[in-house]
């Protein structure tokens, strides 16, 4: 099973931008389907955005599409989420997670890091 850790998150103001990595180890990453979720303070992880295994193709939750962009290098076996005009609502620990088939839940989960955005 993949490894996953995050990083890059921290305090930013709204209207501006940070880039979250998520790097993995332990197996082939290119193997692997990939996704960001969030998850705000009382409330459940949501969808953020997911990636195909070569990059083909990425979806977003409708509340951050336009503003947000996943990519892979699976060269350097990590994914990130570019995060741009950003919003106090966009507050939360950020994860990544991993899958193998497209037909299955995400069954690998990083440790998560921490967004704030103030206003």
């Known amino acids: 099973q993949v490894q996953l850790v995050e990083s890059g998150g921290g305090l930013v103001q709204a209207g501006g931008s940070l880039r979250l990595s998520c790097a993995a180890s332990?197996?082939?990453?290119?193997?692997?389907?990939m996704g960001w979720f969030r998850q705000a303070p009382g409330k459940e992880r949501d969808f953020v955005a997911s990636?195909?295994?070569?990059?083909?193709?990425?979806y977003y939750a409708d509340s951050v599409k336009g503003r947000f962009t996943i990519s892979r290098d699976n060269a350097k076996n990590t994914v990130y989420l570019q995060m741009n005009s950003l919003k106090p609502e966009d507050t939360a620990v950020y994860y990544c997670?991993?899958?193998?088939?497209?037909?299955?839940?995400?069954?690998?989960w990083g440790q998560g890091t921490q967004v704030t955005v103030s206003s």
């Open positions: 332990g197996r082939t990453f290119s193997n692997y389907y």
């Open positions: 990636i195909t295994r070569g990059g083909e193709t990425t």
């Open positions: 997670a991993a899958k193998q088939y497209v037909s299955s839940t995400y069954n690998t």
